[in-house]
């Protein structure tokens, strides 16, 4: 059974930085592609970045120049590395896995607020 982990939102000022984390954990093969998405009060969620596993990555337009996807040196494992954030950002940021022959699996998300 797979399990996908978020870690590291908070409270922070607009202009600030934050640095989420996700952890696959369970599958015996290496992911496919694993992304962020967001969702806010009120909207529907969208896609913040991905990445695949070969290392390619596909950005938000809101995202780009501001947000960095990465893979972590342990398997399976990807960060979110948010710079100039704004009252904008504001969401609830979920991790998505995808793996061969396994399918897809998402985290429980966890909460960003920026104040202005």
């Known amino acids: 059974q797979v399990q996908v982990a978020e870690s590291g939102g908070g409270l922070v000022q607009a202009g600030g930085s934050l640095r989420l984390s996700c952890a696959a954990s369970?599958?015996?093969?290496?992911?496919?592609?694993m992304g962020w998405y967001r969702q806010a009060p009120g909207k529907q969620r969208e896609l913040v970045a991905t990445i695949r596993s070969g290392g390619s990555t596909n950005y938000a337009d809101s995202a780009k120049g501001r947000f960095t996807i990465s893979r972590g040196n342990a398997e399976n494992m990807v960060y979110l590395q948010m710079n100039s954030l704004k009252p904008e950002d504001t969401a609830v940021y979920y991790c998505?896995?995808?793996?061969?022959?396994?399918?897809?699996?998402w985290g429980q998300g966890t909460q960003v607020t920026v104040s202005s």
């Open positions: 998505n896995a995808y793996f061969p022959f396994s399918g897809e699996y």
């Open positions: 369970g599958s015996i093969l290496g992911f496919s592609h």
